[in-house]
Nanobody, 114 residues
Framework: QVQLVESGGGLVQPGGSLRLSCAAS????????MGWYRQAPGKQRELVAT???????NYADSVKGRFTISRDNAKTTVYLVMNSLKPEDTAVYYC????????WGQGTQVTVSS
């Protein structure tokens, strides 16, 4: 059974930081492109960042320079460090594993507000 379990979301003030984690099980983790997506109320889900096994990364323009994605294949976990958070970063953040098929986590809420 495939599971992607996100953690680390919460309420943070503008300018603050959070680290999201996604623990994967039931997949050959190193084969998968791992990514983070987000969905704000009333908006479509959008790509935040992806990382492939060779550690090549890709970021949405809106988060470049502020967010960092990384992975630990030994721990089958992907991380998203979010710095200089803005109110417009408020969304449910979803972990994604992609290789032939897509798997999704249940999402974790990130709220940036004073």
């Amino acid at each position: 059974q495939v599971q992607l379990v996100e953690s680390g979301g919460g309420l943070v003030q503008p300018g603050g930081s959070l680290r999201l984690s996604c623990a994967a099980s039931g997949i050959a983790f190193s084969l998968y492109i791992m990514g983070w997506y987000r969905q704000a109320p009333g908006k479509q889900r959008e790509l935040v960042a992806t990382i492939i096994n060779g550690k090549s990364t890709n970021y949405a323009d809106s988060v470049k320079g502020r967010f960092t994605i990384s992975r630990d294949n030994a721990k089958t976990t992907v991380y998203l460090v979010m710095n200089s958070l803005k109110p417009e970063d408020t969304a449910v953040y979803y972990c994604n594993a992609k290789w032939r098929v897509d798997y999704w986590g249940q999402g974790t809420q990130v709220t940036v507000s004073s």
